[in-house]
């Protein structure tokens, strides 16, 4: 299994960036792909972003694509989503998943088997 906790969440102005931060603890960080989703108020959970299991393909909505990069840094077990140009419609709650079944990456929620608790992003207009 793996553990993952979220940070870097906050409140900022609509244009301005944030960088989150997905830390994992357990088995080795390498063995599974990764992706960010969120949840906005009265709304499902929706896909943003994936990365396979060494950076080197990655996948993004279309919501997000050209404002945000997800990367990872296998020797520090953590994973990243940088946000630039945030807008009002972006504030939701921020998850981490890692995918148990392989290490490619996988835009569906179902196919990923551990989540964080979460991180908030509130961007104010």
């Known amino acids: 299994q793996v553990q993952l906790v979220e940070s870097g969440g906050g409140l900022v102005q609509a244009g301005g960036s944030l960088r989150l931060s997905c830390a994992a603890s357990g088995r080795t960080f390498s063995d599974y792909g990764m992706g960010w989703f969120r949840q906005a108020p009265e709304k499902e959970r929706e896909f943003v972003a994936t990365?396979?299991?060494?950076?080197?393909?990655?996948y993004y909505a279309d919501s997000v694509k050209g404002r945000s990069t997800i990367s990872r840094d296998n020797a520090k077990n953590t994973m990243f989503l940088q946000m630039n140009s945030l807008k009002p419609e972006d504030t939701a709650v921020y998850y981490c998943a890692a995918r148990g079944s392989g290490r490619t990456w996988d835009r569906r929620a179902a196919t990923y088997d551990y989540w964080g608790q979460g991180t908030q992003v509130t961007v104010s207009s």
């Open positions: 990365i396979n299991w060494n950076g080197g393909s990655t």
